[in-house]
């Protein structure tokens, strides 16, 4: 069917909209990466006909050249400037908290190889992220092998420099114990503001302790325990299967956290779903923090993480209730765990953690949060200790 006919049928499909939101944006961010590459690449050689190409890659041309940063974002050496950008991407390649398959402490290098095949561009939501946002990469928190809690004490201080900054985080894990130094981080910029936490995941990860440790099955347990993250806003999509503990469901029970299942999800259907998360993670908090542990998603489709467990979201799915979320919630921050490249095939788990970063900033900026203007009011300008305290 033609867009003629489809105007004349009274049918407005999302491809047509996508044509015209293109229309509308910008190219000077490509034009000033094109001048940069020339510049610092050199011309190309004579026979080239294209004289945008220079003699050595610089930015997103060829995908399959240049140095893996995420989306090939600059490379802030000096972390001190990271408020100067809209955007910081930061890997915490620890496993250490892994109990069974370890591997993740490498999903930061996975995802940032695999994202050099993506363009900043996404057709449907009209977006272009190198001309409506400046990304940058900050590198990896230098965590400690084998040391859970000295590594912990290095992600929190590293996140609450870049939230602090008003830069927005994106955190590439890393296994999931890691989310609780990350949410630690976060409120020490919180002053007396609350964070509602919305974590997509198969397992509920909420025990105290695994193997006497806090592990990566343990970190809701402590960040609940702040009281800037109250447990009553701690909501979990997609839980369920043969890899829940009990100790884990206890603590869910005693806490009343809030639990979707993927049953509960499909039958009361995606709006409802996202509808009762936002009301739960918002009621009476500043921002949302996002948890996207990937094997939330449906084994078939992320081989490559440490507990795969067949029955999870559709990518579909998934990306649906992220559009939801980000869209509706002021979200403060995202961090993507569990990606265990060891494990992957055709990097097609990375893939996937890539594509939840970036529709997460594209929904960000449709939504205007993105790009920032000044500070959002939910951020202290001093990093303060956390207050912790009885989860009640």
């Known amino acids: 069917m033609t867009s003629e006919s489809n105007a004349n049928n009274g049918f407005s499909s999302e491809a047509e909209a996508a044509l015209a939101k293109e229309a509308g944006l910008s190219l000077s961010g ?21 004289r945008s190409i220079p003699t050595f890659s610089r930015g997103e041309l060829p995908h399959y ?21 809209d955007v910081a991407v930061v890997g915490v390649p620890h496993d250490s908290g892994t109990t069974y398959r370890p591997g993740t402490r490498f999903g930061p290098q996975g995802i940032r190889r695999i994202s050099a095949l993506y363009t900043p561009y996404n057709f449907e939501f009209g ?32 996140i609450a420099h870049i939230f602090g900054s008003g830069a927005f985080p994106i955190i590439l894990g890393g296994d999931h114990s890691i989310g609780f130094p990350t949410v630690r981080g976060i409120c020490r910029h919180l002053g007396d503001k609350k964070v509602g936490i919305i974590h997509f995941d198969r397992h509920v ?9 806090r592990m990566h ?21 997609g839980i369920g299967g043969w890899q829940v503990p009990r100790q884990g469901v206890k603590v869910c029970r005693e806490r009343a956290t809030h639990i979707l299942t993927v049953t509960d999800i499909t039958e009361m259907g995606l709006d409802a779903a996202a509808d009762f998360a936002l009301e739960k993670a918002l009621d009476g908090t500043d921002c949302v923090y996002i948890s996207f542990d990937i094997d939330c998603i449906d084994a078939g489709f992320v ?30 921050g995202l961090e993507v765990v569990e990606v265990s490249p060891p494990y992957d095939i055709s990097d097609i788990t990375a893939l996937m953690a890539t594509r939840v970063i970036c529709d997460t900033l594209a929904h960000l900026v449709v939504s205007g949060q993105l790009p ?21």
């Open 127 to 158: 977006v272009d992220l190198r001309e409506q946002i400046t990304l940058c990469d900050v590198g990896d928190i230098f965590t400690i092998p084998a040391n859970n809690e000295k590594s912990f004490d290095q992600i929190s201080k590293g």
């Open 30 to 50: 490509w034009q000033q990466e094109v001048s940069r590459g020339l510049e610092f690449g050199l011309e190309a050689a004579a026979s080239i006909g294209d």
């Open 372 to 392: 920032r203007r000044e500070k959002p009011a939910y951020i202290h300008p001093e990093a303060e200790p956390e207050m912790a305290g009885d989860w009640r």
């Open 217 to 237: 099955t343990c970190p809701w347990f402590h960040a609940t325990n702040i009281r800037n993250a109250p447990a009553h806003n701690l909501v979990q999509l």
């Open 205 to 213: 990860d909420t025990q105290e302790t695994d193997l006497d440790e």
């Open 303 to 332: 081989p490559g993480t440490g507990w795969p467990e067949p029955g999870g979201l559709l990518p579909r799915e998934a990306l649906y209730l992220l559009k939801r979320i980000v869209r509706e919630a002021p979200v403060c």
């Open 65 to 85: 050249a240049g140095i893996n940063t995420f989306l090939k974002a600059p490379y802030l050496e000096d972390v001190r400037k990271v408020g100067e950008y």
